[in-house]
């Protein structure tokens, strides 16, 4: 689920991982509360909280915040950078990272505009 209000756009996702399909499968959750701000001239703040559940003892549980900073010089590409706190002491503490991400896509100038045809009864000349 997502909304974008102003310079802030949220997401909530719930995800369903199941592992080791060839034994006996164990299903395990994921849920994730992202938030970005849009600063200015390409720049933004994102924060994501996120944590796993189900069966700890088979998959170690996770969570943390993940928090960074983003610069989009042009729409396709992002350079990233931030740090990753975790909640579980025994899994991480802190893991910095930086990333670079690169989108082709093009945007349409113009749409495409269909050119209707009238009906040759509503165009021809009814005469008196």
Do not use: C
């Amino acid at each position: 689920m997502s909304k974008d209000i102003a310079f802030v756009h949220a997401d909530f996702n719930l995800m369903l991982n199941v592992s080791d399909l060839g034994g006996t499968p164990i299903p395990q959750g994921l849920s994730t509360l992202a938030v970005a701000f849009d600063l200015t001239h390409g720049f933004a703040f994102f924060t994501e909280l996120y944590s796993t559940w189900g069966n700890a003892q088979a998959i170690p549980l996770d969570g943390g915040s993940l928090n960074g900073f983003s610069y989009a010089p042009i729409d396709e590409l992002v350079f990233d950078i931030g740090g990753d706190v975790g909640l579980y002491q025994s899994n991480r503490s802190f893991t910095v990272f930086a990333g670079v991400t690169f989108v082709p896509h093009r945007k349409s100038r113009v749409p495409l505009v269909r050119n209707r045809v009238a009906p040759s009864s509503a165009v021809a000349s009814r005469g008196p």
